[in-house]
């Protein structure tokens, strides 16, 4: 047939690749007004860590014992991996949703790059996560947290908290591709929400019962929150901040091959 | 091979045992109206998957717009703009912002005016800047026909495009496909409807039991069957008729 000879195929990548940034815009502009259109997002994840961090500042906070004298400064951390925690599990449900309403279907019959179907999603958590992180920084300066990090350590705490939310962002995308139900896509975070509160983000963990300390020690919320109040306290981080570095990495390679994996699933 | 829209040869796909599509031979015609009939399970929706680049086939070929769907998927997806079983609007979107993200989508220098266009063309104007979730059924079922409408694909699938809607609904579903046909665009829909069938399409392809068992134009099927025998009967209004009739404003005018 003579059409065949119309387009060599590498023109037809180039094509993709050009849009693959435009396409991209467009996927992280949507998935964007749906985050700032659902009142119950916004609760979920930027006003119940605020709560949260009032109700730890303002109520348990004068009888814990951490041995610092600010304890904003102490439950920051913990209540910004909280947060990034329950963003991601929208991140889920809004795949979720992209799945069940044939949405997923029309964008994959268009001529648009196929990879920006799940990272416009992957980069929405990312952008919606960050703002969240952002307003609630604000609240704890308001309720004194300071911080002597240089400008580095900005940068390191930056960046461990986006290979965070990355890491996580591809666990949030394997129930959004296989769940059955709304609530399924939802559920799997919820372990992930308590797990700060079995680590060191609250209290020390030497106030904890040996079987309990010892799952809190070796857990990576501990080992993160541990890197970033040392790294926003202006002290030295410890061997820990590699433990941190591992897990984030650990968890992103395999979810995202699982990740993958039930995508190619789904789609064939 | 310049007026061949689709071209289908020995298409095969199974699903575990279960042998959806047995060898599956058709072709259609550029600007056609080409309808598949079949019964629900009969393998439509797998098909159009097919020639839609959203599956791949065991065996056989499909060749969409002169590119196969198999070794040039990208350029099959220029071809074609699909409209699923089920309306694929976005909800916590706007009418109007759904058919923008669909033409930056598809790199159009102008979404909005194009947005603009389909708003009036499909009578959604007015709900242009309200949300999708507020919208009936049938107003999305025509959005998500205008949806499919932007960028002006040369051939449509429509996947059962009135199944679920009412009679009212469904005309102007109708009135639409002829509409595009009449411009010159090859339409390729699916139906269970042997009404729909008859009214819209200049090709009538029968799937049973992932077979095509029958294909022709609708004459050509007619003449399948012994010759009509004139008989004399009470015509009675069906109650399509009389439902249309009391509802009445789209036929007055």
Known sequence: MEVTTQVPGSQEMETIQNHFFSDLSVMLGRSMRHIFRSMDTIITVTITPIAMMLLFVYVFGGAIQTGTANYVNYVFPGIVLIAIASGISYTALRLFTDVQRGIMERFRSMPIAPSTLLWGHVLTSLVSNAISVVVIMLVALIMGFRSEASILSWLAVIGILALFTLALTWVAVIPGLTAKSTDGAAAFAYPLIFLPFISSAFVPTRSMPLVVRVFAENQPVTAIVNTLRALLSGQPVSQEIWVALVWCVGILLVAYIFAMRAYHKRVS | MQNIAIQVKDLQKSYKKLNVLQGVHFTVEQGSIFALLGSNGAGKTTLIKILSTLLKQDGGTAIVNGFDVASKPAHVRKSLSLTGQFTAVDELLTGQENLIMIARLRHLTQPRQVADELLTRFGLTDAATRRV???????????????????KSPILFLDEPTTGLDPEARLEVWKVVKELADGGRTVFLTTQYLEEAEQLADHIAILH????????TLGELQKLFPAASVEYVEKQP????????????????
């Open chain 2, 133 to 151: 979730s507020t919208y009936s059924g049938g107003m999305r079922r025509r959005l998500d026909l205008a949806m499919s409408l932007v960028g």
């Open chain 2, 209 to 216: 039991e992932g077979k095509i068992i029958a294909s022709g």
């Open chain 2, 238 to 253: 069906t109650l399509e008729e009389i439902f249309l009739a009391i509802i009445g404003k789209k036929e007055a005018q």
